[in-house]
């Protein structure tokens, strides 16, 4: 079964630490995998997707296939990072796409 | 463009109750999708319309139901109202089916069951 895996509920790191925000997927085909974001009184939105291969705001993520992971990570955090992240799988099944979300971790950037 | 938007924002109701959410896309978008968000279970994927059609649904019992109308608008009813019920219910508007394009999600509605 298709299965999104983000094991950390909170994560906490001071300004200017490097942020890891740990996705694992469980699918058996050629997966896409996004994250989302969602800040404090504001929309869930995406953040970005495996596919771009692009960085927003300081964030990147890469697919690793052999590892089933697709870890979010930046490299310096502002406080302005503080947020839920949710990472997605998009898979295919009978004749359709759907969206999978994990549970989601909770970002808390410490000033 | 406006963005998705859904009504009513807040809903307080007693089990045994029904309950109708509304969404309406951004214009253009044909396609909606439902989620309910709850802290222990996070995002749930519920059912996506696409042209009046229900194309994908999630493990839902069948008191959760939902229709497409032709302006792509679309509601989300819960019969039977349960505890358990209880949650924030976002619906995403795409351009064209879900699993291919950006999602933009409201800003859910808060359903409380008493």
């Known amino acids: 079964a298709q299965r999104v895996t983000q094991p950390e509920k909170l994560l906490s790191v001071f300004k200017g630490a490097p942020v890891e925000l740990k996705c694992n997927y469980s699918?058996?085909?050629?997966?896409?995998l996004f994250w989302y974001v969602q800040y404090s009184r504001q929309r869930l939105q995406l953040l970005l997707r495996?596919?771009s291969r692009e960085s927003i705001k300081g964030f990147t993520a890469d697919l690793n296939k052999g590892e089933t992971s697709f870890h979010l990570k930046k490299p310096f955090a502002q406080e302005e990072d503080s947020a839920m992240y949710y990472c997605a799988l998009r898979y295919s099944g009978a004749g359709s796409y759907q969206l999978t979300f994990g549970k989601g971790t909770k970002l808390s950037v410490i000033p | 463009k406006a963005g998705v938007t859904q009504t009513p924002r807040y809903l307080i109701k007693t089990r045994g109750q029904q309950v109708t959410l509304s969404c309406s896309p951004i214009?253009?978008?044909?396609?909606v999708s439902w989620y309910q968000q709850t802290p222990g279970q996070g995002l749930q994927f519920l059912f996506e319309y696409f042209s009046e059609t229900q194309r994908n649904k999630g493990n839902f019992p069948g008191r959760f139901s939902g229709r497409q109308f032709s302006n792509s608008r679309s509601e989300m009813n819960v019969s039977t109202l349960e505890l358990g019920d209880s949650a924030l219910y976002l619906c995403?508007?795409?351009?064209?089916?879900?699993?291919?394009?950006?999602?933009?999600f409201g800003p859910g509605t808060r359903l409380t069951v008493l």
């Open positions: 495996h596919i």
């Open positions: 995403a508007s795409t351009i064209g089916l879900a699993g291919i394009h950006e999602q933009f």
């Open positions: 214009s253009g978008h044909r396609s």
């Open positions: 699918y058996s085909g050629s997966p896409e």
